[in-house]
């Protein structure tokens, strides 16, 4: 057998398949991971649907042709949202799920991932298992008269809305006649939050809210960087939130009334404190790249805080195992045990527009009650084949290059905290990039620091 861990390309990154299609993806690839989860299920009905992109239908149908040939039922549903497909799959109570999207990347990537029945992403250790049956090519073969069977639905998006508004305060958010702006980036929520917001909000104005996988409105990462438009048109109109998505609307990014738009660590610091608040010492999960703001949020709740890899699939499995309250990622992915184990953003949104009635405070209000330490980032290019060693190399170099280190962590690349602050260095799991991400108390030390951790960086990709 194949060590997974030694093929020199994963197929698997840090949230399942997503490659350039044409250059790293082609069909043959989407029907083979068919046959193989088909294979590794054996039987029953998984869900498939897809994000906006141009490549989208076509590599549902190759999907679906593998399950097909397995023997497994396939029930189709067009573009819906992510957290749409993990919760259906969940609420049916099918077998999996499958996701056609490369998420937030560039137009031309593609890509599919697999959820589990309990609403979770495949964990790492489902994925090596596909990706066992995939390189192995010991598909199971139905005979003719054994296939599985194709049908379509068209009501995921009914469903997950009335689910989400059974489990929010419609009416008290309602009474406060809000003005929303919806952007989902000409994603997969271009349908879904305009018409969830229609029915808490008394105006809503979509911007980027035609399906459309060139993606013509914006980059698909919804960041300070490409909401511009959105910025824009929530203070011309006088807005009170501003919503914006990523290309298959797992992630959800706010913009208050006044244009700034939250960090998402930020948001769930202000969540948090209501979730922590519901119990004793509650658990908070999030990634290593998250601000310190979270563990003080968590600390003075009296709660527990646990950092996990990079990836909402490692936060879900934390939340799982520690029951936590919450769980989040900086990017703007929240996970809300009390629904559903997938990244939820609508109802996010919903226990935001919640906060604002309930309180008769703007987010801009709410959200300058938790502090935003300094944060830098940047990424250096570094072939994929050269990543693990000079990973290795900058474990020696790091900590030696900076001042004032504290403590070395390694739970997903390089963790370094220092007297003031932290910087972490680890290689994209989706694209050939090498990310630093330095947060301190003041602009000037995180400066400072990003700089001497990224010459470090930039010179040891030189070196190997
Ligand atoms: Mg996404």
Known sequence: MVPVSSMADRLFGTTGVRKVYGKEFDLEMALDLGKALGTLLGGGTVLLARDTRTTGLMVADALSAGLLSTGVNVVRTGIIPTPTLAFTVMNRRLDAGVMVTASHNPPEYTGVKFWSKNSMGFTPEEEEKIERIYVSRKFKVAPWNQLGKESTTESAADEHIEAILARCDAELIRSKSFTIVVDPGNGAASVLTPYLMQRLASKIVTINSQPDGHFPGRVSEPDESSLGDLIQMVKEIGADLGIAHDGDADRVVFVTEKGEVVRGDRTIALLAQDYLGTTKGGTLVTTVDSSLVLDETVKKRGGKIIRTPVGDIQVAVKVKE?????????????????????????????????????????????????????????????PNEKKAQVMEALAEVLPKALENVVQVLTVDGIGITLKEGWVLVRPSGTEPVIRI????????????????AKLAVEKTIKSI
Do not use: Q, W
């Open 437 to 452: 991400t330095c947060e301190g108390p003041t602009e000037a030390l995180v400066k400072k620091v990003s700089n001497t």
């Open 322 to 382: 520690t029951d936590a309250v919450m769980g989040g990622e900086a990017c703007g992915v929240f996970i809300l045990p009390e629904f559903h184990l997938a990244p939820e953003p609508f109802l996010t949104a919903c226990r935001i527009l919640e906060k604002m009635a309930r309180t008769g405070k703007s987010l801009g209000e709410l959200i300058s009650g938790i502090p935003a330490y300094p944060l830098v980032k940047t990424k250096l290019k570094c």
